[in-house]
């Protein structure tokens, strides 16, 4: 067992993002590793930290496998965590650099996961499910579930191109379907409209690639005519000028995508620092731009059916969604105070504080810790769980017992089991990490999905 179980973690990154020193992700890779240099016209995007083997995580001193590590050391992860999750880290972890638009899609549920690793184990890599967090440390924006269906229905009535991608016939269907039901939360009626929404974008996602082409032409030169009039003014969740703005620019990386036409689907979020939402498995979504904290249950898996040069399954992806519609306000998080960390007299008069962002799984819950001046710290009990700390920005120390470590930005640190953790800012800049961890619900009834 290892004598103090405080360890510093290099962590891997891959490419596709935001272009060298502008991708807080290559910026963070290169702090974890000595190997590992910027090159200023290369592209940068996530940030891996944990076990999966797509690029695990190894010990900065031994370079020792970080899944090597708490399979030698099971205590590290807790006995009860690791006999549940087969000695492996529940949630992988990461930080996302998002320069255009990531592809349109999904994560499938487990019993899918499973179906499709099985059937296609190149495209879908493992066999597990795939919810998920984002928590903006830029501004961000994003396409995340479904819109209310009023939204849709307006959309189809001002947008020409977009009635004409659907068909008369589906889009006609579709209004009849949900008129006088769109908020309704009658089991029957709420069932009666995702059967709706499903056949509706069904049919626009398996529209013909010429008209796609052709219609696309046609609403791209729409969003820039009329601009802060675009789709009737842009409805009750975003401006004309939003709309019109975001066609163009997705447009300009994804030319005549199907895509363009989901944006009329799909909830247009915005998100400063901070903020965070959380996506269910089976839930349609695609991050179009900015930096962001990513936790999820331990998967690669990706259903895609827009926005990429890289493999489309349009029929699992209509098929697996939930259709679930809502407005984005009920998709962001609302971080609340965490209660088992004690802040000194020096963090409190200074306003220093650390959130919880607890979604409703026991995969992962992620706390922000931002200490704001000189001598602060946060000192959280220890829990019976696994954690990884990540630091966005500003300097620091992390301690463990008797061992303690400096910290600046990239820095990442896996923290085992039962240990309690101190964390003490040394400037007078904002001290800022954000932990990921795992407890099962038996063990701490405040976090992981409770």
Known sequence: MLPVPLIRLECGVNSYGKVGEESAAAKFAAATSKEFSIQSDKPYAELWMGTHPSLPSRDVSTQQALLDLVRENQALMSIEIGEKYAQKLPFLYKVLSIRKALSIQAHPNKKLAEKLHAKDSGNYPDDNHKPEMAIAITAFDGLCGFRPLAEIVHFLKTVPSFRKAIGESNASSFEEAVKGKETSTNEHDVLKNKDALRKCFTALMNSDPEQISTLSKELVEAAKSEGDS???????????????????????????????????????????????????????????????IECMASSDNVVRAGFTPKFKDVDTLTSML?????????????????????????????????????????????IKTDLKKTGAKATFDGIKGPSIFICTEG?????????????????????GATAEVVLESTSDEAFLTYKAFCELPTQQPATNGN
């Open 395 to 415: 300097t620091g120390k992390i301690s463990v017992a008797t061992k303690s470590e400096e910290v600046g930005p990239g820095f990442v640190f896996f923290v």
């Open 230 to 292: 675009f789709a009737g003014d842009g409805g009750l969740s975003n401006s004309g000028k939003e709309l019109s703005d975001l066609v163009i620019r997705l447009n300009g990386q994804f030319p005549e995508d199907i895509g363009l036409f989901v944006v009329f689907f799909v909830n247009y979020v915005k998100m400063e620092p901070g903020e965070g939402l959380f996506l269910k498995a089976d839930d349609i979504h695609a991050y179009l731009s900015g930096d962001i």
């Open 322 to 366: 939930t259709y679930s519609y809502a407005p984005i306000s009920e998709q962001k998080m609302s971080p609340a105070a965490y209660p088992y960390v004690t802040l000194s007299a020096t963090a409190y008069s200074s306003n220093s504080e650390s959130i919880l962002y607890d979604p409703p799984i026991e995969e992962f819950s992620v």
